[in-house]
DNA sequence: CCTATGATGATCT
DNA sequence: GATCATCATAGGT
């Protein structure tokens, strides 16, 4: 490994590639988010791959939508979508301008900045916890739709941006059905993750919400 | 450890 | 009106 190589930006080749080559790829890199308090720094642990319109798990499955419209522009860019009425996640759009693939962000270890997230996260009950799923990843890192769009290919300083990190060896990436997906999707393991990291979130199967009466 | 359930609102049909 | 790429909490084992 070439020294300092680990803090270098990824470039926007990175995320031009097939979502399937990129999102296990993303394991072992720096998430870096730059707040007015000073930066946070995350290793990503747990991603899962969203295929574009082929894919029945994607949100741009029934095609391009104003929520979805950034998975549909170049890669290397923030998709930051608002969900079950509280939580936010954060993607990373992949593959070519117009096939709308991208990579959720589930996971990852805060190597920096942990005392800027506390304020956000008061039930974890310890550091492992913090970015431990993908909304407390987005809550941890302070992300909401204001950053939506946002080109995480940026100058340092940035309000985002993805260094090279250190990935780890290929044989600790394991793989397997995506947490949440149901019905067709659920089928594809397009879930990757570092084997045995304490802050990989746990697994958990679609189950389908019995209406109110 | 585990499972069950309420919270809460944007989005799409 | 139904669904939702989730989380925190309560209570049982």
Redesign the pocket.
Known sequence: MIEGLERTPLTRDFFDRPVLDVAPDLLGRTLVRTTPDGPIELRLTEV?A?AGEI?P????F????????V?YGPPGHA?V???????H?L?LVCGPEGEAS???L??GDIQVGADLTRNR????RNDK?LA????????ALDVD?ALNGTDAIAHPGAPLSVLHGTPPPRDQVRNGP??????D?ATHPWRFWIDGDPTV??Y?A???????T
């Open positions: 899962e969203y894919d798990g994607s949100h741009a029934r095609g391009r939508t104003p929520r979805n419209s998975m998709y979508y608002f969900t079950y009425g509280m939580w996640c993607n991208g990579v959720l589930r996971a996260r008061i039930s974890a916890e431990k799923g993908p909304a407390r990843l987005a809550t739709r995506r947490t949440g997906v149901g019905g999707g979130s746990p958990r679609h189950v389908p919400r019995r209406r109110a």
